[in-house]
Structure formats: C-alpha cells, structure tokens
C-alpha cells in the first residue's frame, strides 16, 4: 500500500517550529527582564540602545523561524511514493543501443514496478498491492485459451477451467468517445461526484471497461526507450485512481535515475516532464463491484505505460540541475544564518553585560544559547 510521508513532515517542522519559537521568547523574556531589573542606573538614551539590540538579537531568530513557514513547500520535498515500488530486475541492453547512442553506453539493471491486487475477504473493500512477477518475454493470449480475470484483480490460473464467457463489453474508445480531462466528462463517465482536475496529476485518456493487454506485461524495450506497466490499486473515484498511479511513476523515475542524479531526499521529479515525454499511453479502467447483500458498484484503476527516453533523461537533468543549485543556495543561506546569529548573540551578551556590570551574566548566557538553539532549530528544519 502507498504509505504517504507528508502528515509526519508537518508534524516535525511544526513540532521545531514551536520549539524555536519557545527558545527565541524565552531569550527576549530574560533580556527584557534583565533590562528592567538594571533600569534604574541608565539613562533614557542607554534604554533607547538597549531596546534596539534586543532586537537585533531577536529578530534573526524570528527570521529563521518564519523562514520554516514559507520556505516549507519549496524547500520540502516528500518523497510520497518509495514504499509504491519495488519490482523484479530487467536489463535495458535493447533499448540502450538505441537510447543512449548520443551519450554513453550504460548497462542499468531496472526494477519495473508493476503492481496487482491480492484477494481481499469478502464483507472488506480494502485490498492489498502486490508486485507481478516479470515473465522474460510476454506470451500473446489468444481468444480462445485466455482467461479472465477474477473478480479479486489477479489472473485465473492455467490449470483452471475455462470461466463461462461473460457479457459483451461496450467497444472501445474510439476517437469521438469523450475523455476525463474535464468535469462534465467525468461526471458520464462513472458518476464521479466532485470531480476536478488538480496540478501535477496524471489525467487518463481514456476509459475501458477492460484492463489493457499491456498492463499485464513487464518492461519491454520500446522505439526510443523502455516501456513500463504501472497500475493502481481499486478505487471508489478515478481521481484517486490517477493520484496514486501519478506517484508510483514519480518514485519508479526516481529509482530508475537514482545514480545518475543522486540528490536524495531533495529532488522530486516534475510531473509535467513525465506528462510531456514519458505517457506512452494512460488508460482508466470501470470495474463492477460486487460488495455483498446485493449492493454493487463501480470501482477504477488507471494504468500507464511508462516510456523511459532520452527525452525525459534531457528534462530530469535540467530539472535536477535547478533544483540541486536551489538546494546549495539553501544550505549556504542557512549556513551564513547560523554564523550571523552566534555573532549576534555573542555581541550582544558581551555588550549587556558590560552594561549590567556582570550583574546577570548567569541570564544572559541563558538569552544567548536559547538564539542560539532557536536558530539551530530553525536551520534544521529548512536543510
């Protein structure tokens, strides 16, 4: 099952939010207790500096904490789809001699991830994702020795009797069928209430009734390429059909090109580059569902051809090489943050108790490592 990381992200950068937020109020409540304890031997002007560099103390660290907030989805990236794939190892060498003419020779080993459904009980919708084994080469069925599928989402085995051949299947979509890129499709096609196309999601092209043969095979090379199957579980809606199918591509490209561009944990791949040049095709499939006691309905699933090109390796590494600048930018920021507030609280611990006459150095030393700690936090949180 796709387990998805972002509740756990948003639950530590809040949990060090608040903590660098409790550290930075913590030092500005002993400064300015501090500051009130000794005012009765300054002058009016000495207040007025005094004030002034407690808020060249606090306001880095209020930066660095605010910096958390918006600097989250940009700087963040959540890798929603390692548990999605996993698969069986198939060497590239046909399709390298091809793709990879222009550059170099590279002999990968890839790890197509082509999923199924297992049986689930009876009185349960729930069902569990598990990887198809690859056959070396993929074996056509003919009509009269094919089987069909069962009902649970895994293929009738060989030995087994031939099921009894089930109804005519509406024909398929032909080029005057209509699609489910906008809403008012894909409310005719299924019902699917509330539907509405959402960024960086891939949108079927068509609808089946039917899985289509290809999905059944493992990687096979392609014109330009590899060609990968990857399918998503059942799902009451397409559009959640289409997320999941989305996020098992992004993580098999991400695992496919993990040694060429070894930025982990920080670079996601663009769903609009896969959209652009690896959908070799993207099919919906409409299922009936039998959930017992006589209620039925419709479940989806979406499958994608996934065409690993030369193409794509040409966007990934521009998109890879933005974002691996976007990353060095960040840990030098972050880096310089750091040294401007220990200098910060440094100097301003010096000059207070310089001015307190050492009266409160124990405090002071509080104020200055809880900056310290809250930018610390701070940073982190953002690298």
Do not use: C
């Not at 990381?5 to 809040?14: D, E, Q, R, S």
């Not at 991400?254 to 040694?259: K, L, M, P, Q, V």
Request: charged fraction near 20%.
């Amino acid at each position: 099952m796709i387990q998805h990381t972002a509740a756990p992200t948003w639950v530590g950068l809040g949990l060090l939010a608040v903590l660098a937020i409790g550290l930075a109020g913590l030092a500005l409540v002993v400064i300015v207790t501090v500051l009130v304890a000794s005012g009765g031997s300054h002058s009016f002007n000495r207040q007025i500096k005094s004030a002034l560099l407690v808020m060249l103390l606090v306001a880095p660290a209020l930066a660095v904490v605010a910096f958390i907030g918006v600097g989250y989805t940009s700087l963040r990236t959540v890798d929603q789809s390692s548990a999605g794939t996993s698969a069986t190892n198939v060497r590239d060498d046909q399709s390298s001699s091809r793709d990879r003419q222009s550059t170099r020779r590279v002999e990968r080993t890839t790890r197509p991830a082509h999923f199924d459904l297992r049986a689930a009980p009876q009185d349960s919708t729930q069902a569990e994702v598990i990887p198809v084994s690859l056959r070396d080469e993929p074996t056509t069925a003919s009509p009269e020795n094919s089987l069909p599928a069962e009902a649970n989402g895994e293929a009738a085995p060989s030995g087994a009797p031939a099921a009894p051949s089930a109804p005519a299947a509406p024909a398929a979509a032909g080029p005057g069928r209509p699609t489910i890129n906008n809403q008012d499709a894909a409310l005719a096609l299924g019902g699917l209430d509330g539907y509405r196309a959402a960024a960086g999601v891939l949108r079927v092209r068509e609808t089946l009734p039917r899985e289509p043969e290809w999905a059944k095979s493992g990687a096979l090379p392609g014109d330009s390429g590899v060609l990968v199957p990857l399918s998503s579980q059942r799902f009451a809606t397409l559009t959640e059909a289409e997320e999941q199918v989305t996020q098992l591509a992004t993580g098999y490209i991400r695992n496919f090109y993990r040694d060429e561009y070894p930025l982990e944990g920080d670079w996601s791949v663009p769903v609009n580059l896969i959209e652009k040049h690896a959908v070799k095709a993207l099919v919906g499939e409409e299922l009936e569902k039998d959930f017992g006691n006589g209620i039925k309905g419709k479940m989806y699933r979406a499958h994608l051809q996934l065409d690993l090109n030369s193409k794509l390796r040409q966007g990934l590494h521009e998109s890879w090489r933005d974002q691996i600048v976007k990353h060095r930018l960040t840990m030098l920021g972050t880096g310089l943050g750091m040294v401007t507030v220990m200098l910060a609280a440094s100097a301003g611990y010096f000059r207070l108790n310089e001015m307190t006459h050492g009266q409160y150095r124990g405090r002071l030393k509080l104020a200055a490592v809880a900056l310290i700690g809250a930018a610390g936090l701070g940073a982190l949180a953002v690298v």
